[in-house]
């Protein structure tokens, strides 16, 4: 009886997969380029259902018919360099999946290339970091439909489950999945910012301790902000460090790191003509924590607000921080969203919007409890133009709209960078003006480059000899 999957890729992701497909019950044969992490799996994971190999054709003949193999291993060229070494072993109608990290454009192009050799190409996304991998993450799978429903009973089986739903559903064609994941961790960019500024906010403007907005955190993830995100930065706020007994967070260098995908991210809004401004402008905030040595010489030099012997109201101000928060997640969801609308019409894709949120319920980093909102608004109405315009939360931006307001106002008076809250306020009232200031930009193109531009008030195109 051969194994019913391989997992080809043993770091600390793909050995949890592993680990995980044999958990629930899979057969599951092993293979790593290096012999190292294949004997480290071998002593820290012995069981009689995953089998160990060194010899890659020995992996390839040890699997069912059609051969299934799921690649873990670095995005980009080694992806390429994996499949090429695969493609001699393999026969008609074997199954690859990439549960990488990789770049959506090259996942598409893998689906058509081995699409002509006759062998089934599926994009993975994978959310959840090695704790998900190995108890349940959320999968984002997208190729061709038959090949997906071959795979589909170990895919949907080692996802996270909500009520006994898998969050893990088929999405669409060629690399569409890794598209959702890509904007999944966009959201997620934007979402860890936004907690950031409450957080600094909180501290340093409000002047609650570290412990106190550790207990506010968690507090709120008692209400409608309920997410991992949320606990997550409860617990960091808890943590002291045992060498010098100061908050964790206190000792941890402020300088962010990234590893592209919020990246590609704003490229990709950019190319679709999306507004994904909050999730670029979390992207952008990183790179500015980056410059940490000019930071520190230009605090010297560059002058800010005087200083300010305003008193802000804890209680008043807890709960204005946890609508402004709520409001700048409501707007970067729906900028993540927009974006999900906007690669569908680009790339002929039929994206389930509501299907989307529910997979992102739980395994996955941005799993919240407004998830379920965010699917029932696009279940209701499939052709929902924004989040904002969902009954919900609409009432929840005009409720909470004017604690935004507040807390982007207030910091640029205290002189705190707020990139993301500011940049949610900024999208908010540009898309709610019916008028904007784009009539002055049409005037000035066709000023300097004869590039035309519509009246309000007649069909047609025109030019002013100015």
């Known amino acids: 009886m051969g194994n019913t999957i391989g997992v080809y890729g043993l770091g600390v992701m793909g050995a949890s997969i592993a680990k995980n497909m044999v958990n629930k019950g899979e057969r599951v044969a092993v293979y790593n380029y290096t012999p190292d992490l294949t004997e480290k799996f ?24 059609p051969r299934k193999i799921f690649l873990m291993v670095t995005a980009g060229p080694v992806v390429d360099s ?57 999968l984002m799978p997208s190729g061709d439909k038959d090949a997906y429903q071959q795979v589909a009973p170990i895919l949907e089986k080692i996802a996270a489950k909500v009520d006994g739903k898998p969050c893990c559903s088929y999405l669409g064609p060629e690399g569409s999945g890794h598209y959702v994941k890509m904007v999944h961790n966009g959201i997620e960019y934007a979402d860890m910012q936004l907690i950031t500024e409450a957080y600094q906010f909180l501290r340093e403007k409000v002047g609650l301790s570290v412990e106190e907005i550790s207990e506010v955190f968690t507090a709120w993830n008692e209400t409608d902000l309920e997410s991992y995100l949320i606990e997550i930065t409860a617990d960091i706020l808890k943590k002291k460090d045992e060498e010098t007994g100061k908050p964790m967070v206190d000792v941890i260098l402020d300088k962010a790191g990234h590893k592209g995908t919020g990246k590609w991210t704003s490229q990709e809004a950019l190319d679709t003509g999306t507004p994904s401004s909050i999730l670029t402008e979390a992207v952008f905030a990183r790179y500015l924590s980056a410059m940490k040595e000019e930071r520190i010489l230009a605090e010297k030099q560059l002058e800010g607000p005087k200083p300010s012997d305003e008193k802000l109201d804890k209680n008043d101000w807890i709960n204005v921080v946890k609508e402004a928060l709520f409001m700048g997640k409501i707007c970067a969801y729906a900028q993540g969203f927009n974006q999900y609308r906007a690669a569908a019409s680009e790339y002929g894709w039929s994206l389930d919007l509501g299907e989307i949120a529910l997979i992102f319920r739980d395994g996955c980093i941005i799993r919240a409890d407004f998830l379920n909102t965010i699917s029932e608004a696009f279940k209701e109405n499939p052709k929902l133009t924004n989040l904002l315009l969902a009954p919900y939360f609409l009432e929840k931006s005009n409720q909470y709209q004017s604690s935004l307001r507040k807390v982007v106002m207030k910091g640029m008076e205290f002189g705190l960078a707020l990139p993301c809250l500011s940049s949610s ?34 069909e047609g195109t025109f030019h002013t000899e100015w």
Request: zero cysteines; a negative charge.
């Open 42 to 65: 071998v002593e820290d994971f012995p069981n009689d259902r995953a089998a160990a190999f060194d010899d890659l054709e020995e992996f390839i003949r040890s699997l069912e018919v």
């Open 82 to 138: 994996v499949i090429k070494s695969l493609i001699p072993l393999l026969d008609k109608g074997d199954i690859i999946m990439d549960g990488g990290n990789s770049d959506f454009h090259d996942s598409n192009r893998r689906y058509h290339e081995l699409k002509g050799q006759d062998l089934h190409f599926i994009s993975v996304g994978v959310s959840g970091g090695e704790e998900g991998a190995l108890n349940g993450p959320a």
């Open 425 to 458: 306020l900024t999208y908010y009232d540009g898309y709610r003006s019916a008028q904007s200031g784009a009539n002055m930009i049409q005037a000035q193109r066709d000023y300097f480059g004869a590039h035309t531009y519509e009246r309000n008030d007649k």
